[in-house]
């Protein structure tokens, strides 16, 4: 079993910038992928960006250019700066990791409102 604790979210004006954490504890060793996803009212959970233990990323076209996933193996941490932050980034942004058995496990969720 792998825990995930996401932190950093709020509120924050369009243009602004907010940077996401999410710690990993519990069966760490068989961690692969890590990344967030994210929900906005009424809509689907969506993947934003996702990054391997050798650093390869992925993010979504809606994101590209201005956030970055970045990961610390050493911390089981990893980070998403999110930069000119839009009203459409609004939603819950959650933790997501998957391991070498093909296990999905997920945050509890965090909240980032950006105001127009």
């Known amino acids: 079993q792998v825990r995930l604790v996401e932190s950093g979210g709020g509120l924050v004006q369009a243009g602004g910038s907010l940077r996401l954490s999410c710690a990993a504890s519990?069966?760490?060793?068989?961690?692969?992928?890590m990344g967030w996803y994210r929900q906005a009212p009424g809509k689907q959970r969506e993947l934003v960006a996702r990054?391997?233990?050798?650093?390869?990323?992925n993010y979504a076209d809606s994101v590209k250019g201005r956030f970055a996933i970045s990961r610390d193996n050493a911390r089981n941490t990893v980070f998403l700066q999110m930069n000119s932050l839009k009203h459409e980034d609004t939603g819950v942004y959650y933790c997501w990791c998957t391991d070498t058995y093909h296990n999905n496990y997920w945050g509890q969720g965090t909240q980032v409102t950006v105001s127009s």
């Open positions: 519990g069966s760490i060793f068989s961690v692969t992928i």
């Open positions: 990054i391997s233990g050798g650093g390869s990323t």
